[in-house]
């Protein structure tokens, strides 16, 4: 009888610590991150019903990506693999547009993600921002964020969804970024912002 209530124990004991062992050995599963290969801009004039997409091809890069300490030497590179190519951008003077920015997986035509969401999500983490180059500074031409556009935790909005004016005609260069842990979230340049490069896009506005 006392044989039975000592083995009892045992049992139980190493039946636990075999259950412990496994569940460690148990490979943690992985999130895997989408990667942006298509950026696009929705263009609509205030007053009319018609939307103009702007698409960018750019190179597979994963987001949710840990940049480490990558992220000063990214700064100071060309960013060659996050660049997509040149577009032009027709807008009439003196109006104002409604402007989406969306990201996208499009790896599968069949199965094409939004990852626009995902950057929501961790609005904290990311940052849109819209380089307006010499020709376009002080011609009456801005970019400003749209009252229906999304903010971080601290109340900044991300520059997903914005507002553009024009005034007179002229032509000039915008290059879009899409930072990933900004130091800062306002700035009038790339370098005010910090942090590493997810996204980088340049079309030419003409405003006629």
Same mark, same amino acid.
Not at 50 to 66: A, S
């Given at each position: 009888?006392?044989?039975?209530? +000592? +083995?009892?124990?045992?049992?139980?004991?190493?039946?636990?610590?075999?259950?412990?062992?496994?569940?460690?050995?148990? &490979?943690?599963?992985?999130?895997?991150? %989408?990667?942006?290969?298509?950026?696009?801009?929705?263009?609509?004039?205030?007053?009319?019903?018609?939307?103009?997409?702007?698409?960018?091809?750019?190179?597979?890069?994963?987001?949710?990506?840990?940049?480490?300490? %990558?992220?000063?030497?990214?700064?100071?590179?060309?960013?060659?693999?996050?660049?997509?190519?040149?577009?032009?951008?027709?807008?009439?003077? *003196?109006?104002?547009? *409604?402007?989406?920015?969306?990201?996208?997986?499009?790896?599968?035509?069949?199965?094409?993600?939004? +990852?626009?969401?995902?950057?929501?999500?961790?609005?904290?983490?990311?940052?849109?921002?819209?380089?307006?180059? *010499?020709?376009?500074?002080?011609?009456?031409?801005?970019?400003?964020?749209?009252? *229906?556009?999304?903010?971080?935790?601290?109340?900044? &909005?991300?520059?997903?969804?914005?507002?553009?004016?024009?005034?007179?005609?002229?032509?000039?260069?915008?290059?879009?970024?899409?930072?990933?842990? &900004?130091?800062?979230?306002?700035?009038?340049?790339?370098?005010?912002?910090?942090?590493?490069?997810?996204?980088? +896009?340049?079309?030419?506005?003409?405003?006629?």
């Amino acid at each position: 009888m006392s044989k039975n209530i +000592i +083995i009892k124990p045992l049992i139980a004991i190493s039946l636990f610590l075999f259950i412990i062992s496994c569940s460690k050995s148990d &490979p943690v599963p992985v999130h895997e991150q %989408e990667a942006f290969t298509l950026v696009t801009l929705e263009v609509t004039k205030v007053g009319s019903t018609e939307t103009i997409r702007y698409d960018f091809e750019v190179e597979g890069h994963d987001h949710g990506h840990d940049h480490g300490h %990558e992220e000063e030497e990214e700064e100071e590179d060309d960013h060659d693999d996050h660049e997509g190519e040149h577009t032009e951008i027709e807008l009439e003077a *003196n109006s104002i547009y *409604n402007v989406s920015i969306l990201f996208y997986n499009d790896e599968d035509p069949l199965k094409i993600i939004n +990852i626009t969401e995902e950057i929501i999500k961790e609005a904290d983490l990311h940052q849109v921002f819209y380089d307006i180059t *010499n020709e376009l500074s002080g011609s009456g031409f801005s970019i400003e964020s749209a009252t *229906n556009d999304t903010s971080d935790s601290s109340g900044n &909005p991300l520059l997903l969804k914005t507002i553009w004016t024009t005034s007179g005609e002229i032509s000039g260069d915008v290059v879009g970024y899409l930072f990933h842990k &900004p130091t800062s979230k306002t700035g009038t340049t790339r370098s005010d912002f910090g942090g590493a490069i997810d996204i980088e +896009i340049e079309f030419e506005v003409h405003v006629e």
